[in-house]
């Protein structure tokens, strides 16, 4: 993969900005994910014989762009997943959608239950079945422009598919997401949905740490909104 984009690196941790389109580790179609690029550069640029370590700490799904951490060690693997456990990581991610949310700032709750056959998530204001997980998210319009509105997002709980379809619960649907109400696919498959930051204190420094992405698949729609990845 060329360009390869890190965001953050240390001897524990190593973030990488996500293109929409990549996976973040191997599934069955076999397709090459982001984990063995990044695995080839610390082999790379460390000279590292012999496989290299590298634990999967979170996902993105494959149309989502943006923040992706990885742990070099097996002891910061198992204190970032601490940390998602525990909700003590803070997630920001911008969304575009076509209609524009009512009200303009709000608290959504949900219950997700996901339709492992068909990988689609359904969200309910009521659990429809043992299976559902209560689900909450945070979301601001923060930019428009024409029909466009960039929304910040952020999801208090990590749930599959979350944001996609709670946005789409409240009538906003990404743009892209057919999956979950968009009227028309992007071209190259994404959706316009991108993990913008993640922020959480350091599992072995134990400092406080801000990883920022802008958006990689900077089309014509991202960048109508290219003066907020200086502003926020």
């Known amino acids: 993969m060329q360009g390869l984009q890190v965001l953050f690196e240390d001897n524990h941790l190593i973030a ?3 293109p929409a389109g990549m996976l973040v580790q191997g599934d069955i179609t076999e397709d090459k994910p982001m984990s063995e ?8 640029r460390y000279n590292k014989p012999g496989a290299v370590f590298l634990g999967t700490i979170h996902r993105l799904d494959r149309p989502v762009s943006g ?17 998602f456990q525990k909700r003590e990581i803070q997630k920001t991610y911008w969304a575009i959608t076509e209609e524009r949310p009512d009200p303009l700032s709000g608290h959504l709750v949900h219950y997700i239950d996901k339709d492992r056959t068909r990988n689609v998530a359904h969200a309910s204001v009521r659990p429809r079945n043992k299976d559902a997980k209560k689900s909450e998210l945070d979301y601001e319009l923060i930019a428009e422009v024409g029909n466009h ?5 952020n ?8 944001i ?7 009538g906003c649907s990404i743009r892209g997401d057919v999956k979950y109400g968009a009227p028309a696919p992007n071209k190259d498959g994404s959706i316009h949905l991108h993990c913008r930051s993640m922020s959480f204190v ?3 420094r134990n400092e406080p740490v801000t990883i920022t992405a802008n958006p990689v698949n900077k089309d014509e729609v991202w960048q109508m909104f290219a003066n907020q990845w200086r502003d926020r």
């Open 16 to 18: 990488v900005n996500k």
């Open 37 to 44: 690029f990044v695995k080839q550069y610390i082999a790379d």
């Open 67 to 83: 923040v992706v951490i990885y742990a070099r060690t097996s002891k910061a693997l198992a204190r970032m997943n601490a940390l």
């Open 149 to 153: 509105h960039l929304l910040k997002v």
């Open 155 to 162: 999801p208090l709980t990590g749930r599959p598919h979350q």
């Open 164 to 170: 996609r379809v709670q946005l789409a619960r409240l």
């Open 202 to 204: 350091h599992p072995v």
